[in-house]
């Protein structure tokens, strides 16, 4: 919070945390949207939301994402004081949030104050380098708070404004499960069955695993989860692959028990945990082209000049593309009705590259000859 002087994105970012409201939603509210019950309450109405009109229309005020968005939050005591305070004297339709001017705050606006306090708690220690946390996150800590403190997902997903359960429970419901190894050892503590056992006693977050029995480090990398056991290992992929991709990633501890029980882990013989690494894994700078997608008459279904040509871009020995060949190549038919052929090449070595991506191109040049044949080919 000490990054952003301004006392209105504070309480912005307090009030996206304490709410989960969405981004459109939160810059949509009005004073009058923010309400003192009789009780002794308070709460938001999320009554309308900031849509983006057609091609040059800009911005305009619309109704919620879904049925479900239109909803009432209710907040703490002390963030209706701080809203309090900062929309005093305004009247009942002025945004609470706005751009200075009483209109609607851009997203890139806020988003570059945003950035500025991340660099500054990076430069202060406070937040590892590899961190690129989003405004939008602020929705699911929201929601990873109220499942930490025990809150049902029917009550989170009415907070949050989702149309179904499914939504909330496919989104979150990995954080529920994880209170379950504490709970039941929490619960068999009071009931005088011995201790916490050692998968659920508290271990400090940059400790590196002495007993790979107890835990290990799950590495969030887009839509890869990599297991280590040391945490060094685990710390240092997800800055390289922040570097390498710009992405938002996180480092998670886990008990080796709850990695087995999801999809992290080969189960068998090896009990889930052959797929946990003890050293870094393999990282090589790749040459790719293409990939370019062709009609039946030979032209392309997207042109871009640009695609054919090598491009560079690291690849780790988790992800497809993964190669220590000086070049591959690959031309085949694409699944449907619609008789479309892909080809593409990748490796070490620039020319072979090109090369191979032209030897590609001729190959769907031949199936596109072979009157329907289907079929692919790579080497």
Known sequence: M???????????????YGTGLRWGELTALA???????SSGSYEIRVARAWKRGARGEGFYLGPPKSRAGRRTVEISEALWGELSELTAGRGPDELVF????????????????????????????????????????????HAAALISAGVNLDLIKRRLGHESITTTSDTYGHL??????????????????????????EVDEHQPVQDPGQCLYVAHLGSYRVAFWDVEHAEWTAERWA??????????????????????????ADNGLKAVRAEVPSRVLVWEAGPVVYKDDGSEVMPEPAAAEP???????????????????????LPGAEALTEARAWGLDRTAVKAAFAAAYGRVADLLAASGAVGSERA
């Open 311 to 333: 491009r560079s871009v690291w690849r780790w020995d988790f992800e497809e593309g993964y190669t220590d060949e000086p070049a591959m190549r690959s031309a085949e038919w």
């Open 243 to 268: 570097q390498d991709r710009g992405d938002a990633v996180r480092v998670e501890r886990m008990t080796c028990d709850w990695w087995r029980r999801t999809a992290g882990g080969v189960v068998g």
């Open 31 to 37: 004073v009058k949207h923010v309400r003192a019950r």
């Open 98 to 141: 706005h751009n200075g001017r009483g209109q609607q705050l851009i997203y890139s606006t806020f988003y570059d104050r945003w950035r500025e306090a991340v660099d500054e708690a990076k430069s202060r220690g406070l937040l590892p380098a590899w961190k690129f946390p989003k405004v939008h996150g602020l929705r699911h800590s």
């Open 2 to 16: 000490e990054g952003l002087p301004r006392r209105e994105d504070q309480i912005l970012v307090r009030l996206a």
């Open 176 to 201: 529920q499960r994880e209170a379950h190894g504490p709970a039941l050892a929490a619960m068999d503590q009071a009931l005088g069955f011995g201790p916490v056992s050692s998968a659920a006693e």
